[in-house]
């Protein structure tokens, strides 16, 4: 997803930090967490051992930094994910009112299994965002894109309610319902608990089990 940079001297100033998430994001995904460190990093950018360190305090500052990219680029799946389920045609509509019954339907469970596909098809930035967001003290410095995720998630609760698609109740408490299951069904299929030849389906299941649950009947 990310180009792996030129080389040392390659870069303007203002242009490092980017270009170290990057490389960092890159590792993560290839080696896992444990294997992002400073000097790797820098050996991969091409810059000096010490460079990182005038734009990142520390290993944990970088990687937070790179949480923060898994998380932007978590929210761009999830779009894609329910423009894909509804043919909406932008991400804009992802928390409207505009579509259909059928297509608003199809949102929240769109949204439940993107969440368990990413977290499978990336089970190391899964672990990085788990053990960044699911603490009992998230990183601060997430707070704003966690905030942008956790609004729009309660935006479509709310819109399904309007609609008559969902049972009234706290849409906070819903989603947290929600988060839960996939949360559960994402780390039960990493941890080999479910087959991984089965899990999206198993996963699609499990969803629309908890979907009949919660909505009012037609």
């Known amino acids: ?40 990093v820098a050996r991969r950018a091409g810059v000096s051992a010490g460079a990182p360190f005038r734009h990142f305090a520390d290993r944990r500052a ?15 799946w999830q779009r894609a994910e329910v423009a894909t389920a509804t043919g909406a045609a ?24 993107g969440f368990v596909r990413y977290a499978v098809r990336h089970p190391h930035r899964f672990a990085l965002v788990r ?3 699911f603490a009992p003290a998230p990183q601060p410095e997430l707070r704003e894109r966690l905030s942008g995720i956790d609004r ?3 935006e479509v609760i709310v819109a399904d309610q309007a609609a008559g698609l969902l049972r009234p109740g706290d849409p906070e ?25 089965r899990a999206e389906e198993v996963a699609a299941q ?10 009012n009947p037609r």
């Open 62 to 76: 970088l990687l937070t930094a790179v949480a923060d990219r898994v998380l932007a680029d978590f929210e761009a």
């Open 131 to 133: 053990s960044r967001v």
């Open 1 to 40: 997803m990310t180009e792996r940079p030129a080389g040392r001297g390659s870069y303007h100033h203002g242009a490092l930090p980017e270009a170290l998430v990057g490389v960092a994001f890159e590792l993560l995904d290839e080696l896992g967490q444990e294997q992002v460190t400073m000097r790797e």
């Open 152 to 154: 729009a998630y309660t």
């Open 90 to 113: 932008g991400a804009g509509e992802v928390a409207g009112t505009s579509t259909g019954a059928g297509d608003r339907r199809a949102v929240l469970r769109a949204l439940g299994l």
């Open 173 to 197: 408490l819903v989603g947290f319902a929600g988060q839960a299951l996939v949360y559960g069904l994402a780390q039960m299929i990493l941890d080999g608990y479910l087959p991984a030849e």
């Open 206 to 215: 499990v969803l629309d089990t908890f979907g009949r649950g919660i909505a």
